[in-house]
């Protein structure tokens, strides 16, 4: 991996940490909505963050499209 690899990869760390910080776990989730509180569960509203936990579906899958918004430019 070459420095300027590595310093992109870095910076998109920093920027998926910044983002689980400000819009919690549901914000990198494929069932995500975005509503007036913050992004949760398409479909139930009252499950923000707790679809581990619950028992139901559909449970957190990581979406990769998330990390393309998050790449820097080339």
């Not at 920027?15 to 910080?21: K, M, S």
């Not at 819009?23 to 923000?48: E, I, L, M, S, V």
Request: one cysteine or more; a positive charge.
């Amino acid at each position: 991996m070459t420095d300027s690899e590595a310093i992109s990869n870095l910076r998109l760390r920093k920027r998926y940490r910044l983002q689980l910080r400000r819009h919690g776990r549901c914000w990198a989730c494929q069932f995500r909505q975005h509503g007036t509180d913050g992004y949760h569960c398409k479909g139930f509203t009252a499950r923000q963050g707790s679809c581990d936990t619950d028992g139901r579906l559909p449970v957190f899958r990581f979406d990769a499209a998330v990390l393309e918004g998050l790449r820097d430019a080339q």
